[in-house]
């Protein structure tokens, strides 16, 4: 029974006691909007790059993807996409690196500063969501999104985009 308490309260403890307590200094994309979902949307636009996801620290799954929607650059991720709601501050980053968990270290997968762009915070942890990516923002720099828990620098889960 003390077993069971500790490991029900100890292990989730320990891992978000092994995650950065001070997040890193960020960049911010320029505020970028949202784009709604509007069913047939999809007619006009040319699919640039797409990944998987990859579960870093929590679970994390589905299909994301930048398409050029009337000159517009968005980032989709589609509706199997599903992470932990387990944590604070999620937002969707843009990252340089075409590997962020095998670049950072494990339990927490923490980002460094300057490796990536906040687009806007999460939005909802499943299903389809958009998130305009502003023209600022030289997408030949970056080679993944992630799903970042800024409180902590805890990478939730990652996709390499091809």
């Not at 509007?38 to 299909?63: C, L, Q, R, Y």
């Not at 199997?80 to 709601?85: A, L």
């Amino acid at each position: 029974m003390l077993l069971k308490r500790f490991l029900l309260l100890g292990v989730p403890l320990a891992l978000t006691a092994a995650c950065t307590s001070h997040p890193a200094a960020e960049v911010r994309a320029d505020s970028a909007p949202t784009t709604p979902l509007e069913a047939g949307s999809d007619a006009a636009s040319v699919t640039i790059k797409s990944g998987n996801f990859m579960s870093g620290e929590h679970p994390t799954s589905g299909i994301a993807k930048i398409f050029n929607n009337s000159g517009q650059l968005v980032l989709e991720l589609d509706q199997s996409f599903e992470t932990s709601p387990m944590g604070p501050d999620l937002v969707v980053v843009l990252h340089r690196s075409e590997n962020v968990l095998g670049s950072t270290t494990p339990p927490a997968f923490p980002l460094r500063e300057g490796d990536y762009v906040i687009l806007a915070e999460l939005q909802s942890f499943s299903g389809d969501q958009r998130y305009d990516i502003p023209a600022t923002v030289n997408l030949d720099e970056y080679r993944s999104v992630a799903i970042w828990c800024r409180r902590f620098n805890a990478t939730f889960g990652a996709a390499a985009l091809q």
